[in-house]
């Protein structure tokens, strides 16, 4: 593994060959090359690199930001507006009377893994990965997903009532995973969040006695019928979870129903997980964790139905959604991004939200590296970034409000995770050297999470002709208009944006980049 400083990134005196020391107020990437097709920048207690708060231009300019398979990782670029075309083959035209769904959020999940792996840097790098994601500086992640109890990405099975028989949840209580890593995390990157977090809860399994095969792993749903002893109490187990981390000041805007339903429908399905068929899930959210919630402490927090792979969709939806009992306590869809090209976007998301349009689409859950062809921790790989950039751009093309990371911070081999499911994450931990990694995927997210704000509302923007550019236009509260542009292809791409407002924007998209430009409007 030999340190690389891209030709765009040299900012830097070298002092030795692994020793890379820059310049003074100076934040550019320190670029490895660990052997894939493109560079991690390497982070350590003291340094790391950044954008800094993302300020636009005044009125009749206007800002750019690139990152690419070359090296690039965030780079600012700034221009005029012109009045006249630049004669570009290709125009993008935004169109700001079209209007489609409002952004809630981006984020990552604080898995047992990720916390296990954050903690395991001295202070002052957990300070900076920290404020990597969830600081003015960072990249704006509003959303967390916890884990309710155990997942794969634990070191030990493990739920908060595993005392059998206990309908009246007297054992329930949290895991030291929680309350010495989980939850100071949480605290700490809330203190560091200009806004309020945007919490989400999921739990892998209900205790064994509750399931049918009595146990956390495997093919197995609750025992019983929705309205009945099982069902209820694990309604209540939802709402023990949220009174207990609401005595840390810690508030879940929502709960999914249960990570991935399906996989408990799975014979030896090898981690923790409980089967619901549509239907049983339809009539224990109107039965059982409907009316526990709203007549709970907590009844604000919204439910989100599926929790599970866009394939589902729309039948899943369409089973829970036109039931009355069920839909008055949902709020919306969670979708997780593995097997997506197996079923069209608009054959999913974009016919879930036509039948639906009253409930939102939320990403959930994605990592790269899962697949057995690809499988986990590729130091520096682009393809993994645009693998992101193009799930995010297809997702937001077809109505989600938001996209959440898979673990926030996993090892150099993709884990801990009990049952070796290992996979890729956006921050790489070396703790030995006391350094964290920041993968391509890692800028992949900040060209979304950066600029588009809660409250952004997706405008249309049409192409003059056909182009390999994958992109999507918003208008954020401000009034001011965000282009994100992804260049999956191998020869950079010349074309024009044309925003009625205000002119003409100049722009060129380098091979394999993605770019984001942003301007006032008025």
Not at 209 to 223: C, Y
Not at 310 to 325: E, G, I, K, Q, T
């Amino acid at each position: 593994m030999v340190p690389l400083l891209p030709s765009v990134l040299v900012v830097a005196l070298v002092v030795s060959a692994a020793d890379v020391t820059l310049c003074a107020g100076i934040n550019r990437c320190v670029a490895r090359n660990f052997g894939h097709d493109s560079v991690v920048c390497e982070c350590n207690s003291t340094y790391c690199d950044g954008v800094g708060p993302v300020s636009l231009p005044p009125l009749g300019q206007y800002s750019t930001y690139l990152s690419s398979m070359a090296g690039s990782r965030m780079e600012p670029g700034q221009g005029q507006v012109r009045v006249n075309s630049t004669g570009a083959g290709l125009r993008l035209t935004i169109v700001p009377y079209q209007k489609y769904q409002r952004i809630k959020g981006f984020g990552g999940a604080m898995t047992d893994a990720a916390a296990i792996n954050i903690l395991s840097l001295s202070a002052g790098a957990q300070e900076q990965l920290l404020r990597q994601y969830f600081s003015k500086e960072g990249i704006g992640y509003s959303v967390v997903r916890v884990p309710m109890a155990s997942c794969d990405f634990s070191t030990r099975l493990y739920t908060y009532a595993d005392t059998p028989g206990d309908y009246d949840l007297k054992s329930f209580a949290l895991a030291p995973e929680d309350v010495k890593m989980k939850i100071p995390l949480l605290l700490r990157a809330q203190a560091l969040s200009p806004r309020p977090l945007s919490l989400l809860g999921s739990a892998w399994s209900a205790p064994t006695w509750m399931k049918t095969n009595g146990a956390l792993i495997g093919k197995g749903s609750l025992k019983g019928q929705p309205g009945g002893k099982e069902h209820k109490t694990w309604a209540q187990y939802y709402i023990r979870f949220l009174e207990e981390y609401a005595k840390y000041n810690l508030t879940f805007w929502a709960l999914t129903t249960g990570n991935e339903p399906s996989a408990g429908e799975m014979t030896n399905y090898s981690f923790q997980a409980l089967g619901f068929t549509p239907e049983e899930q339809r009539d224990w959210v109107a039965l059982d964790l409907g009316p526990a919630l709203q007549s709970s402490a907590h009844p604000h927090t919204h439910i989100l139905i599926l929790d599970d792979n866009r394939l589902l969709l729309p039948h899943w939806a369409r089973v829970v959604l036109s039931d009355v009992h069920a839909a008055r306590y949902i709020h919306g869809v969670a979708v997780h991004w593995y097997l997506d090209t197996l079923v069209p976007a608009e054959a999913s998301l974009g016919a879930t939200h036509q039948l639906f349009p009253e409930y939102y689409l939320f990403g959930t859950e994605a990592c790269a590296g899962w697949s057995s062809v690809d499988r986990g921790v590729k130091l520096g790989s682009w393809d993994h970034a645009e693998q992101y950039a193009h799930d995010i751009l297809e997702d937001l093309n077809h109505y989600v409000v938001g996209w959440t990371d898979w673990n926030l911070a996993l090892d150099q081999t993709g884990g801990p995770n009990w049952v070796k499911n290992f996979v890729d994450s956006p921050v790489i931990v070396d703790a030995k050297r006391d350094v964290f990694y920041k993968q391509p995927t890692f800028y992949s997210m900040a060209h979304f999470s950066a600029f588009l704000w809660e409250g952004s509302q997706r405008v249309g923007v049409s192409a003059s002709a056909k182009t390999q550019l994958e992109f999507s236009a918003f208008v954020r509260p401000d009034g001011s208009v965000v282009l994100i542009v992804l260049n999956r292809s191998s020869s950079a791409i010349q074309f024009e944006v044309w925003d009625p407002a205000v002119g003409y924007i100049p722009c060129t998209t380098p091979a394999h980049s993605l770019l984001t430009a942003a301007w006032n409007a008025h």
